[in-house]
């Protein structure tokens, strides 16, 4: 058989409990699966266990960047590809958020944005006991429609045209 991937990883969430699993190359030619389960606790607690909370570095009033704890392995890693796929998908909130950050920060930064998101997320489902609702991709356009109109009038002066009659 050949293999497709050499990595995977799956997270299973219950009212109770969370399960991650991955499987990854040992080094000799074959795989390893880990598998943890989890109590569910506070979006927060379950973030920082999961090693996909920000870093917080701040000194006489700076912030600098931090660095995100390593956390638990098979559910960081699982969080970090779902991430990854849900940054390549098409008008949805994740994606927009991913594409946002990634302009303004680095790929890797946005991507722990993106599953750290993912983790509130689930943790939200699990607590509200309803199905997840998808923000779409324009969710943070429809924020500050101002402001965008503001951006792109701008944007179309710096290419030098006039735009004193637009209302």
């Given at each position: 058989?050949?293999?497709?991937?050499t990595?995977c990883?799956?997270?299973d969430?219950?009212?109770?409990?969370v399960?991650?699993?991955i499987?990854?190359?040992?080094g000799?030619?074959?795989?390893r699966k880990e598998v943890?389960?989890?109590?569910?606790?506070?979006?927060d607690?379950?973030?920082?266990?999961?090693g996909v909370?920000?870093?917080?570095?701040?000194?006489?009033?700076?912030?600098y960047?931090?660095?995100?704890?390593?956390?638990?392995?098979?559910?960081?890693?699982a969080?970090?590809?779902?991430?990854?796929?849900?940054?390549h998908t098409?008008?949805?909130?994740l994606?927009?958020?991913?594409?946002?950050l990634?302009?303004?920060?680095?790929?890797?930064?946005?991507?722990v944005?993106?599953?750290?998101?993912?983790?509130?997320?689930?943790?939200c489902?699990?607590?509200?006991?309803?199905?997840?609702?998808?923000?779409?991709?324009?969710?943070?356009?429809?924020?500050r429609?101002?402001?965008?109109?503001?951006?792109?009038?701008?944007?179309?002066q710096?290419?030098?045209y006039?735009?004193?009659?637009?209302?």
């Amino acid at each position: 058989m050949e293999v497709v991937h050499t990595q995977c990883a799956g997270l299973d969430v219950h009212k109770k409990t969370v399960v991650a699993a991955i499987i990854l190359p040992d080094g000799q030619g074959g795989l390893r699966k880990e598998v943890q389960t989890c109590n569910t606790m506070t979006a927060d607690h379950q973030a920082a266990w999961a090693g996909v909370v920000p870093g917080n570095n701040e000194s006489a009033g700076k912030r600098y960047f931090g660095t995100t704890h390593k956390g638990n392995r098979p559910l960081n890693v699982a969080l970090v590809l779902a991430a990854q796929a849900a940054s390549h998908t098409r008008n949805t909130y994740l994606s927009s958020q991913y594409h946002r950050l990634a302009g303004r920060r680095d790929k890797k930064r946005a991507i722990v944005a993106v599953a750290h998101s993912i983790l509130l997320i689930s943790h939200c489902i699990m607590q509200r006991k309803e199905p997840c609702r998808e923000l779409g991709g324009g969710h943070f356009d429809k924020q500050r429609p101002e402001s965008i109109a503001n951006r792109l009038l701008k944007h179309l002066q710096r290419q030098g045209y006039d735009i004193s009659n637009v209302a």
